[in-house]
């Protein structure tokens, strides 16, 4: 595909989902404010839970054996 119309379809593209998300954000905020609320502790928790897990990647995945 030639590249000016590979970047005028992504254009295109990115404006179609911005006007989706758009749309979506005017609607998300009229729903009621506890509902917003729960959203919004949900996620902090779900961020807390992730940080409370350890590291996996500073540890190595097989110890070395000795004989």
């Known amino acids: 595909m030639h590249p000016d119309t590979h ?21 998300h905020h009229c ?3 506890r509902k917003s609320l729960r959203t919004r502790l949900g996620w902090t928790m779900v961020g807390l839970g992730l940080r409370l897990i350890p590291d996996r990647s500073a540890t190595p995945s097989c110890a070395p054996r000795t004989a």
């Open 31 to 33: 729903r009621a404010p």
């Open 7 to 27: 970047l005028r379809l992504h254009r295109i593209r990115s404006a179609e989902l911005q006007r989706q998300a758009a749309d979506f954000s005017l609607g």
